[in-house]
C-alpha cells in the first residue's frame, strides 16, 4: 500500500519575521547607551556628589524636581538619564555637565614645583608680619591645608583667631612663641605642636632672624585634638602638653653617645 504524503509536509518552512525598520538601531543604541553609563559610573558620580553635601534623595529630588524613586534607580544604574536630568543635578552641584563625562583618574598624585607657588602676605594689613604659601592648592576636596610659612622678625604679633578643625605646626628655622587661649609656647628648629584650633590661637617670631615653618590644618572632622588624645606619634621625640590645654608639644631629643637615631 503507498504511503499517503501530506502536501504541507513538502512546503517550505516560513521565514521569521523580518524585524520593523530602525528596531535593531534602537536595541542597539539602547546597549550602547547603557554600557556608557556603566562604563562613565554616571550613578557613582552623582552618589558621591549627594553625600558629599549629606544630602538625601528627597531632598535633590526637591532640588531638581526629580522623584526620590527615579534618583535612587538612577544612581544604582537601572535607569538611562537625560541630559535635563543630568543638567538640573549638575547645577544643584555647581558642576559643569562635563563633569559627569570626565575621565576619573585611578590615583590621586599631584606634583606642585616650588617655582610654581605664589608667595603671599598676611591678609587684613599692609604691614604683613608673615608671607605663605599655599602648597595644597592642587588637591581637590582636600580635608587638610598645608602651608609653608616665614615670620618676620620685630613685628607685631598677629591677632589670635580661631576655627574649627586642628592645626600642626613644625618649625624649620628660628624660633617661635605659639599663644594657645591663655597660655603661651615658645619653640625652636625641629620642634613641633599638635593643638585644638577652636581654641583662640596666634604664632609670633621670637628672635631678630626669620623664623620659618610648616603648618598643616585639618578641617572639621579631619582630626581631633581633645586633651591627652591629640598626640601625633613621636618616635624618639619629647612631649608634653599645652598646660591643660588641649595639644602636644614635641621636642626632638639628642641621641645618646653611641647610638644611631633613624626616622620612624
Known sequence: MATQIDPQELAT??????????????????EAAESFISEKRLGDRIKQLRLKKSMGLVELGRHTGLSASFLSQLETGRVVPTLRNLARIALVFSKD?????????????????????????????????????????????????????????NMTPRRAHQHPGCEFLYVLEGEMVISHGEGKHKLGAGDAVYFDANT?????????????????????????????????????????GLNGSSGTIMRPRTPEAGTTQTPQ
Open 97 to 153: 555637565l562635563s563633569y559627569f563625562f570626565e575621565p576619573e583618574p585611578k590615583t590621586l598624585f599631584r606634583v606642585q614645583r616650588g617655582k610654581d607657588r605664589i608667595r603671599l602676605p598676611q591678609s587684613g594689613t599692609d604691614d604683613p608680619s608673615y608671607y605663605f604659601e599655599s602648597l595644597g592648592y592642587l588637591i581637590p576636596d582636600r580635608q587638610l591645608d598645608p602651608y609653608f610659612a616665614e615670620f618676620l622678625p
Open 200 to 240: 583662640p590661637h596666634s604664632y609670633a617670631n621670637a628672635s631678630n632672624e626669620p623664623a620659618k615653618a610648616l603648618i598643616v590644618t585639618l578641617q572639621g572632622n579631619a582630626a581631633s585634638a581633645n586633651s591627652g588624645t591629640g598626640a601625633l606619634p613621636t618616635g624618639n621625640g619629647k612631649t608634653r
Open 13 to 30: 518552512p516560513p521565514l521569521p519575521s523580518p524585524e520593523e525598520p530602525g528596531e535593531k538601531d534602537v536595541r542597539v543604541a539602547a
